[in-house]
């Protein structure tokens, strides 16, 4: 299992370093598989909406129009792509964690004003299949995506079948909070009230 320290912080404020986090997991009989750091977007990397979808003539690529703080235009073969979604938008000059650098180009006869980018293109996972989906109003577009997610680190956590309440983050914060970690509580979730009296048997 994954976790996000960022993440763990919410229900431990006090957590430990990874280093130190690692030993106290170990003391309750869980092992670290591993620990990603995930890398800073670059500051050309900035939330859009894709407000257009089009097709290509005879190609498997679609021209998207997004809205970054101005109208972007970019090619994507994504299949997952829809009018509406939020993405990251590598603009060009931005460096991606594999290294490469973004420019404007021409892709299948469209200029391409920039990139559109997966989860995997962002380091941010290994998923490749399309491009990471953000909710439509996650942020301002045009925000560049390091205001928002500093450095961080996953954590890689082998869960054994006896513990089934490790595969969630909460679960593995309440066990660290009884080696004198503050837990903080998830907010109790409201009940929904009946409609109508209770039904009779």
Not at 109 to 114: A, D, T
Request: charge should be negative.
């Amino acid at each position: 299992m994954k976790i996000v320290y960022s993440w763990l912080k919410e229900f431990l404020p006090e957590a430990p370093r990874s280093d130190r986090l690692e030993e106290m997991l170990a003391g309750l009989g869980v092992e670290t598989e591993a620990i990603h750091p995930l890398p800073v977007p670059h500051g050309k990397v900035v939330f859009a909406q894709v407000k257009e979808v089009g097709p290509v003539e005879g190609k498997e690529v679609r021209r998207l129009v997004l809205e970054a703080g101005r109208e972007v235009q970019v090619v994507s073969a994504a299949s997952n792509v829809k009018a509406g979604m939020g993405v990251a938008l590598a603009l060009p000059g931005a460096l991606l964690p594999d290294g490469s650098s973004v420019s404007a180009r021409k892709i299948a006869g469209v200029e391409s004003f920039g990139m559109a980018l997966s989860a995997r293109e962002l380091g941010m996972g290994e998923y490749a299949g399309g491009l990471l989906e953000f909710p439509p109003n996650a942020l301002p577009p045009g925000t560049p995506l390091a205001e928002v997610y500093g450095p961080d680190e996953v954590i890689e956590i082998e869960i054994t079948p006896n513990r089934p309440d490790w595969l969630s983050v909460y679960g593995v914060a309440r066990d660290l909070a009884a080696l004198g970690l503050f837990l903080v509580e998830p907010s109790a979730a409201s009940m929904p009230r009946a409609c109508g009296p209770s039904p009779t048997w």
